[in-house]
Structure formats: C-alpha cells, structure tokens
Nanobody, 118 residues
Framework: QVQLVESGGGLVQAGGSLRLSCAASGIFFRLYTMGWYRQAPGKQRELVASITSTGRTNYADSLKGRFTISRDNAKSTVYLQMNSLKPEDTADYYC????????????WGQGTQVTVSS
C-alpha cells in the first residue's frame, strides 16, 4: 500500500519560513519524481516544485528563489523549504509521487495546510 504523509504545515506570519516533509512508503522511492503542489480556496491545484530521481529540480516561475525542494532517498522523504512566505502562499500543499512515463503509478498525499497571515 502506497502512502505519502505530509507534515510541517501550519500558521506563520508573512516573511516567515516553513519546511514541509513528505514521507513515502510502498514505492521504490529513489526511482520516482517527487513533487509538491498547492491548491488555494477557489483555485486549481498548481505545481510548486518537483525533483526527479537524479535530483533535477523544477519550480513554478513565481516561486523561484523562495522555495527549495530536496529529497533524501535514504529516508524516502521529500522536503519543501519555504522562505519569505506571503499571504498568497496560503493553500493546501500536496505531495505527489510519479513514476516517469507511467501514469498508472501516480500517487498523492492527503495534504497539509499552510496559512500565512499578513
């Protein structure tokens, strides 16, 4: 059974930082592209950042320089370091695991809420 368990969300003031974690089980973690997505109320889910099995990263243009994605294959965990948070970063953040080229192996976590107060 595949599980992606996010943690680290919460309430933070604008300008603050949070680090989200996503612990994966039930998959061969090191082979998967891992991603963070977010969904704000009334908006579509959007990509925040992703990291391939080889460590190549991709970020939403608007978030470059503030957010950093990383992974620890030994711990089967992916992280999202979020700095200089803004109220518009308020959203539910979701972890995704995708096996390259195989949409049948695409998994989501339950999400963790991030609220940034002004």
């Amino acid at each position: 059974q595949v599980q992606l368990v996010e943690s680290g969300g919460g309430l933070v003031q604008a300008g603050g930082s949070l680090r989200l974690s996503c612990a994966a089980s039930g998959i061969f973690f090191r082979l998967y592209t891992m991603g963070w997505y977010r969904q704000a109320p009334g908006k579509q889910r959007e990509l925040v950042a992703s990291i391939t099995s080889t460590g190549r990263t991709n970020y939403a243009d608007s978030l470059k320089g503030r957010f950093t994605i990383s992974r620890d294959n030994a711990k089967s965990t992916v992280y999202l370091q979020m700095n200089s948070l803004k109220p518009e970063d308020t959203a539910d953040y979701y972890c995704n695991a995708g096996f390259p080229g195989d949409p049948g192996h695409d998994y989501w976590g339950q999400g963790t809420q991030v609220t940034v107060s002004s």
